[in-house]
């Protein structure tokens, strides 16, 4: 269901709806202190938006990226330790 949805807002065809989405998402997610509304909306209205206007694509990706190596450099830290505390039993 997530993926059709995906592949739907994707399309250069669903532009029109892209755009009003992502900026719902933008507003929603300054309203974050709202219940149901939170920080979770920023990231995603600004990767749509990224899709229609290029001055937003390098940063956008950039911060991906970033994040993406954070998490991995994090997962593998939890790993070794998790490993050191099972040795050391």
Known sequence: ???GFLRWVRR???R???I???ILLLFGGV????PILGIWMLPLGLMLLA???PP???PVAWVLIKGRRWWELRQRRKRRQRAAAAAAR
């Open 12 to 14: 250069p065809s669903s």
């Open 16 to 18: 029109l709806l892209r």
């Open 31 to 34: 309203l974050s202190f709202l």
């Open 1 to 3: 269901m997530v993926a």
């Open 20 to 22: 009003p989405i992502a």
């Open 51 to 53: 899709l229609d206007f």
């Open 56 to 58: 937003l694509q390098t």
